[in-house]
């Protein structure tokens, strides 16, 4: 089976709210085993819904929309409903009672336009709400192109209300029209210091169309995801299906691979820290702090990270050099002996194990192959010093800095470097 998920309002095709109940539902449905191929995002208008959801109605086996219940005049779902399925729309006196008992309760009298919301398409069924005046609608559309029937719920856009309805009264419904049971599972690895492409390369036919399980590829921050996909009759089935791609992706990619699901670079790092006893101190330039904000957040940081500095202007940088303040001079502020001569400097001030330095973005930040910045590492054997280019948008220079900052320890932390 397959759903489409359709939101509904102006405020979400203006912009001014972010659609977040499509992807809870997307979730939930996926966890029933129904794989959703389209999300739909319509506004108030009475014919551009007609138009959606006809179109939900022939190409999806279930339909779920949140939005467009209220009692105002651009609450359109309920008479959407009725036209697309060529029927009225009757008077449910319970539902009309509910909400009047819903009024009375804060002492208020209901207004006469909250009577269109115990208004429904004739065949349909009501699905209850306890928490507000919207109650929801279900109701099955035959279809005129292919065979078959569409199963449509509507439910308020009030993520609460929403979230309590579905559980309570559509997924059982859901669930009842599967027949034999039938889950969808994900799991993600997470990998850094790679391309797209390149990784893609590096997994032969893992990433195929019509593969099973499926393995999805996507990059975002530098970070890329590997989301492995199955389908079963049980989450262990599925599971026990996930694991020889998740085990084929790790051969394959190495030290690439830092963590699963929620993992980031910085709770790899930490992970490490911890394992080993050791500490860490961290001064940084270019990335403007983040690598100090994500280490303080992770689990088990405040143990092994000692702290770091945040350093913004030149003359803060000279007095962290100390005695070897004639570097900049001779080599320049974002120059390979500077990185260097900050975490060596850092790592004796703070007795930190190690201590790491991300120096400044040069001030001729053009993409250029030579065009470079540069992190250092002090262990208590060595400074590595390295470099990295400027490439990609703007917006992706300072996460990326950081994540290979800390790529840098974590290799290290693993024995690789």
């Known amino acids: 089976m397959i759903a489409e998920v359709i939101s509904i309002g102006d405020e979400l ?162 669930s009842g029209l599967m027949g034999a049971p039938r889950v969808i599972r994900h799991r993600r690895i997470k990998c850094f210091g790679a391309g797209e492409s390149h990784v893609e390369r590096m997994l032969p036919d893992l990433i195929r169309r019509g593969r099973q399980p499926s393995v999805g590829i996507t990059v975002h921050a530098a970070t890329i995801t590997l989301r492995i996909t199955a389908a079963g009759a049980t989450p262990e089935e599925c599971q026990t299906a996930i694991e020889p791609t998740a085990a084929t992706i790790r051969e394959c990619l190495g030290s690439l691979v830092f963590g699963e699901e929620d993992d980031e670079l910085e709770d790899a790092v930490v992970q490490l820290l911890e394992s080993s006893g050791r500490t860490l101190a961290t001064v940084e330039m270019a990335t403007e702090g983040a690598v100090a904000e994500w280490l303080s957040r992770a689990s088990g940081a405040r143990h092994h990270y000692l702290g770091g500095q945040v350093v913004h202007s030149p003359a803060m940088m000279i007095e962290q050099l100390g005695p070897a303040l004639d570097l900049v001079e001779q080599f320049g502020p974002a120059s390979r002996e500077v990185a260097e001569a900050l975490a060596a400097r850092l790592r004796a001030q703070s007795g930190a194990d190690y201590a790491l330095a991300v120096g400044p973005f040069p001030a001729d930040r053009n993409q250029r192959p030579d065009n470079v910045f540069h992190f250092a590492l002090a262990t208590p054997d060595k400074v590595t010093v390295k470099a990295s280019t400027f490439l990609g948008h703007q917006s992706i220079w300072v996460p990326r800095a950081a994540k290979g900052a800390l790529n840098l320890l974590r290799l290290t932390l693993l024995g690789e470097m």
């Open 13 to 174: 095709t203006s912009g001014q709210r972010l659609d977040t109940n499509s992807q809870w539902l997307s979730q939930r449905l996926g966890e029933l085993g129904i794989s959703v191929l389209y999300h739909t995002t319509v506004a108030d208008d009475l014919a551009a819904n007609i138009a959606v959801f006809r179109a939900a109605v022939e190409r999806a086996d279930v339909v779920v929309a949140t939005g467009g219940l209220g009692p105002t005049a651009d609450d359109l779902t309920r008479e959407v409903l009725a036209a697309v399925a060529g029927c009225e729309l009757l008077l449910d006196e319970p539902s009309l009672e509910h909400i009047r008992d819903l009024f009375a309760r804060h002492k208020r009298d209901m207004p006469e336009q909250n009577r269109v919301q115990a208004l429904f398409p004739a065949g349909s069924r009501i699905i209850d709400n306890p928490n507000g005046t919207a109650p929801g609608i279900a109701m099955d559309i035959g279809r005129t192109t292919a065979q078959g029937t569409s199963h449509v719920y509507a439910l308020p856009g009030v993520p609460a209300e929403m979230f309590e309805m579905f559980q309570h009264s559509v997924a059982p419904a859901v």
